[in-house]
């Protein structure tokens, strides 16, 4: 794609002036990516996945930026199921407790669970859901080009790439700066050394990922394969160099762990030598790192733009790459379960694990319903036609039906392969071949990696 676009840089007793970036610098992530038209997901659970799944008592939420969605993979207690939300390019993505934090193309977002109101959520089918994520605070940052935010007490940080550095939100300001690599000279829209990942330890920011330590307009993309860098922001001190395109640090159970994304590799750090292990390789470019007890989610993606991210060492080792969720047993690195995307969605960024919720909903700010739910730390409501008080009539305190049924971009998976219908308002659609001899691929996938398919808009 030829063209620049023109950035006005004004800085206090400095005046402004003109920084030019060219568009192809941006790649399908920067401000410039492609707004795609609604597709056809298709997904496959492998049997392992599905066992596991059925066991951590939780869901797991996914960004793709590619796809333009939040993936809600969840368990009814006999299948896996997945909704999936439109966002406009979300990308870094956190949950603690019940509050989830998105970052998508120019704002943060922050959401709220709301399980009583989940359970009254569709009329026709009470407890089908039993999480609920409503938007409560929208900050307009503008395009940082925010990847990794991170919950600190009552902060919420974040990676902001585009002006190379960690930062705060700010009721003031898009965002205030709080650290940069000592390599950046200048705090400036022009993605110097691609910072995009947070680790917080001991309840503060303390490692992050950079793919270069260069301090140019996207010098880093010179040496993807071998400039990257894992930071201590505590020493200003760089722990692992020499990595390809490292993204999602993340510190649990008292260690460090990295995912060395080029080379399709999770590594276990010792912060205080930088020494590493390699725990496994995985046939994808990986972004999106969270636990669930001894197991890794590692998210994989496939790569689509080769001027950016072609020649890395993943791409060597592996002919085909592959999109989706590895459970990685970290005790002996091992693959315990893949859930695999299959069509529609090629690049994930971010993975988060849901404790306590099997099947998790999230609105929007285009659902109605986010305008019609009310909560107030003693109740909460729904606001809807049926819930009006009328006449001599009385009110309950929780309302216990809707007026219609909210069509939502979920389907449960499919027992059999020949029940792979489309996702249609909420239902299954199937062929009118298979209607007969099909139910609504409401059962159990019985341990067989069978195909999913949902239409999301």
Known sequence: MKGVTRIINVRPGKGGRPIEAPREKYGTMGSLAVTHEPVAVACRAAPGFQDWLARADGAVAVSTYQAGKVALIGWDGRQVSLLMREFDKPLGLTACG??????????L????????????????????????????ATYHTGDLHTHDVAMVGDEIWLAATRFSCLAKLSYDFSFLPVWKPRFVSDLVPEDRCHLNGIAVRDGRP???????????????????????????????????????????????DGRLWVLNSGAGELLLVDPSSGRFEVVC????YLRGLC???????????????????????VQERCETLLCGIAVVDVRNGREAGFFEFTAGCEELYDLQFLPGMHRPMILNLQKPEVHEAVTNPDSCYWLRPSSEIREGASRAPREEASEGT????????????????????????????????CERSNSSVGGRADPMQSLVT
């Open 98 to 107: 019940d509050r989830l934090v998105l970052a998508t193309r120019h704002d």
């Open 109 to 136: 977002s922050v959401f709220t669970n709301s399980p009583l109101l989940a359970h009254d959520y569709l009329a026709a089918e009470p407890g089908r859901y039993d999480a609920l994520y409503l938007p409560r």
């Open 206 to 252: 303390r490692y992050v990922t950079a793919l270069g330590t260069t301090d140019a307009p996207g010098a880093w993309r010179q040496q993807k394969a071998t400039g990257g860098v894992l930071i201590d922001i505590q020493s200003d001190e760089i722990i692992v160099g020499s990595l390809a395109m490292p993204h999602s640090p993340r510190w649990h």
């Open 281 to 284: 390789r995985l046939p994808g």
């Open 291 to 313: 636990f669930c007890g001894p197991y890794a989610l590692v998210g994989l993606s496939k790569i689509r733009e080769r001027h950016i991210f072609g020649g890395l060492p």
């Open 406 to 437: 909210p069509a939502d971009e979920e389907m449960p998976h499919a027992e059999r392969e020949e029940c792979n219908g489309r996702a249609v308002g909420g239902a299954v659609e199937l062929p009118p071949q298979q209607r007969e001899t």
